[in-house]
């Protein structure tokens, strides 16, 4: 098959490339990427000597260029990872997030209808649930939790899904939405939580927590999410939508303070933020549906989880440390 993994520059994308190549050798993958400042080439250096993967620089929003690629490659499966994704940037250019991650997924779905595919999955995020109490810890986000989103990146996400499905329904489009919760792992962009406090501990730089860091959030390995999103796309029901979790929650100064810890650094380089507006408090996906119709499980606790992701960037440091200079 020929998959299109859109945004495969970017982390969980270029991730999921790698295991696509590893785990179906009888595929051809096509990255689309526009390479913002936080999609990098130097990520898919590995795909790229791979006679089965091929690059291509261009933006899902653009309608013609999208036309064309389609028209030209004859898909069976598009997997849509581009977003615009971090929160704060969200809420001070809204415009590009509902630039991106909604009238892009549009351009592509309309693509999809015009060409004809096997599968077009959304890849979503369990924000668009909005957020939990912390004292309910029995709480945890279903497929049928409302819709809540708190920012303009989830709420560009939500309408993201709302459409995805419409096109199912409206043109039988086959369509398949996967939800996830906090990723983590090698090539996560350092201004995310876990990779901005292992290269400023590394560095020791100030690690800024928000509030008091009591916010919990349900942490997945980024290899376990790719096997999800994999077993959805080949296995999964069209129409359907998939809670991915890791059944890791963990308060955020409590992962800070593991990091100090794995770094062999002073917590003292903790410095506590103003809050970020409208901040969710905890997040907790419910894995149920996924577990139980496609057999998918998360495989990598926490603890070993941070500490290969700490691993990784000590090994790579001229990955990251380029992109902060860029930065």
């Not at 983590?184 to 400023?200: Q, R, S, T």
């Not at 001229?318 to 992109?323: A, D, L, P, T, V």
């Amino acid at each position: 098959m020929k998959i299109l993994v859109t945004g495969g520059a970017g982390f969980i994308g270029s991730n999921f490339i790698y295991y696509e190549l590893e785990q179906h050798p009888e595929d051809e993958i096509i990255c689309l990427d526009a390479l913002t400042y936080a999609g990098h080439l130097k990520t898919l250096a590995k795909a790229m000597a791979n006679p089965r993967f091929e690059f291509i620089k261009g933006d899902i929003a653009d309608c013609e260029f999208v036309d064309k690629l389609f028209k030209r490659e004859q898909l069976d499966i598009v997997v849509n990872f581009a977003a615009e994704s971090h929160v704060d940037r969200s809420i001070l250019e809204p415009e590009i997030f509902l630039k991106t991650n909604v009238m892009g997924t549009g351009v592509l779905m309309n693509a999809c209808c015009k060409y004809g595919i096997n599968r077009y999955h959304q890849v979503s995020t369990d924000e668009v649930y909005g957020d939990l109490p912390l004292d309910r810890l029995d709480l945890l986000f279903t497929e049928e939790s409302s819709l809540h989103a708190s920012s303009p990146y989830s709420a560009s996400k939500a309408s993201a899904d709302l459409l995805v499905l419409a096109y199912h329904r409206t043109y039988d489009l086959p369509v398949s939405i996967s939800r996830c919760s906090n990723n983590y792992g090698p090539y996560h962009f350092p201004e995310k939580l876990i990779p901005l406090m292992i290269v400023n501990a590394l560095n020791n730089k100030p690690l800024p927590v928000y509030g008091k860091g009591e916010n919990v959030r349900d942490w997945l390995y980024v290899t376990d999410h790719c096997k999800a999103i994999d077993l959805i796309i080949h296995n999964g029901k069209v129409g359907e939508i998939y809670n991915i979790g890791g059944h890791n929650e963990m308060r955020n100064i409590d992962i800070v303070k593991l990091i100090c810890r794995e770094l062999g650094k002073p917590e003292s380089l903790i410095t506590y933020v103003t809050d970020r507006k409208g901040h969710d408090m905890r997040y907790a996906i419910d894995p149920t549906k996924i577990h139980s119709e496609l057999g998918w499980l998360p495989e990598t606790k926490f603890a070993d989880g941070i500490r290969k992701t700490i691993k990784w960037y000590l090994e790579n440091r001229s990955w990251w440390e380029n992109i902060i200079v860029r930065n």
